[in-house]
């Protein structure tokens, strides 16, 4: 005989299975006729994936295969806890050039310092994500603005480029900092090594023409290959041209950082500002390929799914990853239906780590640059550039400072440059909202604001105000002085203020005081303010935390509509007492 309640429990844990990794439930009812579209989508992204992985490997400051672990690993783990069906997380080029700066102060030049610090902030991101996203912190996808993130990443992509030009060239240089870079590079092109600036521009236009005129080809792993047949028909070691060398074969040898590591807090707090910034790009790259094939994403399931991500780097040696729009496009222009596309990326992968590493040994170190060159020159979003000049010069001149900002100071303090920016932003515009002096325009229902609708009908002693934000600590003193400006500039003296409470979402307790303050402030002049349209849950707040002052409360908020107000002016107006209106309360 069945048993009901044995069946609901299987039904809740299944439930509750595949809402953590919803991976699983695509791949239970996965449709065959994906398939061969996936299988080739998977090739193609791991054509693209590995060499790209190698190249930034490079960027970390570790050897190849480390970047190899790292494009592995995580896409596994994605298939399952992901929500996307078209996103490839790896190794991303302002991720990388985070941990060199991060691991480069505190190694102290330890190599195997080094590796274990790496292991360690990949583990600790993999842990502030999952713990965000069971906190349902999924919003912070949207703490950094889009202007200022794309300043982000316009100046670690040029840093990135800088960084390349050495290999590229064939020069050595020693210099820290974008700019100190850039004056020793150009003070060194007298060294430049000609065969090595030969292969790498020749690959570095042979890619760009890929990326033009043939997106679906694996253009990574084609120079890639021509860099190191060249390498070999023209004996070009012997003529100094610098190579990857040897790249070791198999699984990953696992060693675990100790629980100092894991405690330093210099590296959780780097691990911080990783996890803001992978997020963030990663769930720019999500909600654009989501919304490009018409279905939604869960940003708490993908924080989840990022830190399972990392966990897993993690454990394989590798270093953190995130969402890539590069191997993403890949994916969609291929035709890649589901997470299937992330498992044959992985097996392919890893079919080449453990039989076909020896032939890497020959790729030249000049077109892995050109690679990483190419690829940087994705994180410019020209268009976003081009909509901010037309449409907001404030918000462009933030972008620019961001990216002025990165160059500076570098990747990690330019991390906390973009928050801060982001915060004085957000203060700025909620400090500073739009306003108006509403009228009644005849033809329409409601009231406007009179610069809008010149012809809207104001009422001689009525100034009827809207403050389009919630009043706080932060924007009540500005609230104040603009109600005084417009008293200053009416065309009749105002005997009544109303303000239309409407857009307050929250008043707290500094903006009631201070409005207490205008309210005997403008009494003493014989002007009432008074609020229309508060809404319950504020009058219910402040009834409760001010209970000691309800008389002057009460006089405060005694219109549901503008309308009402309206009306009870013109009743005042003509019963107007001596005294002004004192006490007077119109009940709509």
Same mark, same amino acid.
């Given at each position: 005989?069945?048993?009901?309640?044995?069946?609901?429990?299987?039904?809740?844990?299944?439930?509750? %299975?595949? $809402?953590?990794?919803?991976?699983?439930? @695509?791949?239970?009812?996965? #449709?065959?006729?994906?398939?061969?579209?996936?299988?080739?989508?998977?090739?193609?992204?791991?054509?693209?994936?590995?060499?790209?992985?190698?190249? &930034?490997?490079?960027?970390?400051?570790?050897?190849?295969? &480390?970047?190899?672990?790292?494009?592995?690993?995580?896409?596994?783990?994605?298939?399952?806890?992901?929500?996307?069906? #078209?996103?490839?997380?790896?190794?991303?080029?302002?991720?990388?050039?985070?941990? @060199?700066?991060?691991?480069?102060?505190?190694?102290?030049?330890?190599?195997?310092?080094?590796?274990?610090?790496?292991?360690?902030?990949?583990?600790?991101?993999?842990?502030?994500?999952?713990?965000?996203?069971?906190?349902?912190?999924?919003?912070?996808?949207?703490?950094?603005? #889009?202007?200022? /993130?794309?300043?982000?990443?316009?100046?670690?992509?040029?840093? %990135?480029?800088?960084?390349?030009? =050495?290999?590229?060239?064939?020069?050595?240089?020693?210099?820290?900092?974008?700019?100190?870079?850039?004056?020793?590079?150009?003070?060194?092109?007298?060294?430049? $090594?000609?065969?090595?600036?030969?292969?790498?521009?020749?690959?570095? %236009?042979?890619?760009?023409?890929?990326? +033009?005129?043939?997106?679906?080809?694996?253009?990574?792993?084609?120079?890639?290959?021509?860099?190191?047949?060249?390498?070999?028909?023209?004996?070009?070691? $012997?003529?100094?041209?610098?190579?990857?060398?040897?790249?070791?074969?198999?699984?990953?040898?696992?060693?675990?950082?100790?629980?100092?590591?894991?405690?330093?807090?210099?590296?959780? +707090?780097?691990?911080?500002?990783?996890?803001?910034?992978?997020?963030?790009?990663?769930?720019?790259?999500?909600?654009?390929?989501?919304?490009?094939?018409?279905?939604?994403?869960?940003?708490?399931?993908?924080?989840?799914?990022?830190?399972?991500?990392?966990?897993?780097?993690?454990?394989?040696?590798?270093?953190?990853?995130?969402?890539?729009?590069?191997?993403?496009?890949?994916?969609?222009?291929?035709?890649?239906?589901?997470?299937?596309?992330?498992?044959?990326?992985?097996?392919?992968?890893?079919?080449?780590?453990?039989?076909?590493?020896?032939?890497?040994?020959?790729?030249?170190?000049?077109? /892995?640059?050109?690679?990483?060159?190419?690829?940087?020159?994705?994180?410019?979003?020209?268009?976003?550039?081009?909509?901010?000049?037309?449409?907001?010069?404030?918000?462009?001149?933030?972008?620019?400072?961001?990216?002025?900002?990165?160059?500076?100071?570098?990747?990690?303090?330019?991390? /906390?440059?973009?928050?801060?920016?982001?915060?004085?932003?957000?203060?700025?515009?909620?400090?500073?909202?739009?306003?108006?002096?509403?009228?009644?325009?005849?033809?329409?229902?409601? &009231?406007?604001?009179?610069?809008? $609708?010149?012809?809207?009908?104001?009422? =001689?002693?009525?100034?009827?105000?809207?403050?389009?934000?919630?009043?706080?600590?932060?924007?009540?003193?500005?609230?104040?002085? +603009?109600?005084?400006?417009?008293?200053?500039?009416?065309?009749?003296?105002?005997?009544?203020?109303?303000?239309?409470?409407? =857009?307050?979402?929250?008043?707290?307790?500094?903006?009631?005081?201070? %409005?207490?303050?205008?309210?005997?402030? /403008?009494?003493?002049?014989?002007?009432?303010?008074?609020?229309?349209?508060?809404?319950?849950?504020?009058?219910?707040?402040?009834?409760?935390?001010?209970?000691?002052?309800?008389?002057?409360?009460?006089?405060?908020?005694?219109?549901?509509?503008?309308?009402?107000?309206?009306?009870?002016?013109?009743?005042?107006?003509?019963?107007?007492?001596?005294?002004?209106?004192?006490?007077?309360?119109?009940?709509?």
């Amino acid at each position: 005989m069945n048993d009901p309640h044995r069946a609901d429990k299987k039904t809740g844990l299944r439930q509750r %299975i595949l $809402h953590v990794a919803p991976g699983i439930e @695509a791949l239970v009812h996965y #449709q065959p006729a994906w398939l061969r579209s996936d299988i080739g989508a998977g090739l193609s992204v791991a054509a693209v994936a590995l060499p790209v992985g190698v190249a &930034y490997a490079d960027l970390v400051g570790v050897p190849a295969v &480390y970047g190899i672990y790292s494009a592995i690993f995580p896409l596994l783990v994605y298939a399952l806890f992901g929500s996307s069906r #078209q996103l490839v997380v790896g190794p991303d080029a302002p991720l990388c050039l985070l941990v @060199a700066a991060s691991l480069s102060l505190l190694a102290g030049g330890d190599p195997a310092r080094y590796l274990s610090l790496m292991v360690a902030m990949t583990l600790l991101t993999g842990v502030l994500l999952v713990i965000a996203g069971l906190f349902r912190l999924g919003f912070i996808a949207n703490f950094l603005s #889009q202007p200022i /993130l794309t300043g982000y990443l316009t100046g670690a992509a040029l840093i %990135i480029m800088v960084g390349q030009l =050495p290999k590229l060239f064939g020069i050595s240089i020693d210099a820290g900092g974008f700019f100190p870079k850039v004056a020793q590079i150009a003070s060194r092109l007298d060294q430049v $090594h000609l065969p090595t600036l030969i292969l790498g521009c020749s690959m570095l %236009i042979l890619l760009i023409v890929f990326k +033009r005129i043939a997106l679906s080809l694996p253009g990574a792993l084609i120079v890639s290959a021509l860099g190191g047949i060249a390498v070999a028909v023209f004996n070009l070691q $012997h003529l100094g041209v610098a190579v990857l060398g040897n790249v070791p074969g198999g699984l990953p040898t696992l060693h675990f950082p100790s629980l100092s590591a894991l405690g330093n807090a210099t590296l959780l +707090r780097d691990a911080a500002g990783i996890v803001l910034m992978s997020f963030t790009s990663g769930m720019l790259t999500v909600k654009s390929f989501a919304r490009r094939n018409h279905y939604e994403v869960d940003a708490n399931q993908e924080l989840i799914a990022f830190g399972a991500c990392n966990l897993a780097s993690g454990i394989g040696q590798g270093f953190p990853v995130t969402g890539t729009g590069s191997r993403t496009a890949v994916n969609d222009a291929m035709g890649g239906k589901s997470q299937l596309v992330g498992i044959v990326a992985a097996g392919a992968m890893f079919l080449v780590l453990l039989f076909f590493t020896a032939p890497l040994a020959v790729v030249p170190s000049t077109v /892995l640059a050109a690679v990483i060159i190419v690829s940087s020159y994705g994180l410019f979003d020209l268009a976003a550039l081009r909509d901010l000049y037309a449409t907001s010069r404030r918000e462009l001149a933030l972008c620019l400072t961001t990216s002025l900002g990165v160059l500076i100071l570098g990747m990690l303090p330019g991390i /906390l440059l973009a928050i801060a920016l982001s915060l004085l932003w957000l203060l700025h515009v909620g400090s500073n909202p739009t306003e108006a002096v509403l009228g009644k325009v005849p033809e329409l229902k409601g &009231y406007f604001s009179v610069d809008v $609708h010149p012809h809207a009908r104001t009422t =001689p002693g009525l100034l009827l105000y809207r403050f389009d934000s919630s009043l706080v600590f932060f924007n009540v003193d500005a609230f104040r002085d +603009r109600i005084r400006k417009k008293i200053d500039a009416a065309a009749t003296p105002v005997e009544w203020v109303v303000v239309d409470a409407s =857009p307050f979402n929250v008043i707290d307790a500094t903006a009631l005081g201070k %409005i207490d303050e205008l309210r005997e402030e /403008l009494s003493a002049q014989g002007i009432t303010i008074n609020f229309a349209g508060v809404r319950p849950e504020l009058r219910t707040f402040f009834k409760t935390a001010w209970a000691k002052q309800r008389s002057k409360i009460e006089g405060q908020f005694n219109f549901s509509t503008i309308d009402a107000a309206v009306v009870a002016f013109r009743v005042y107006a003509d019963k107007k007492p001596a005294a002004g209106l004192g006490t007077f309360v119109y009940t709509s």
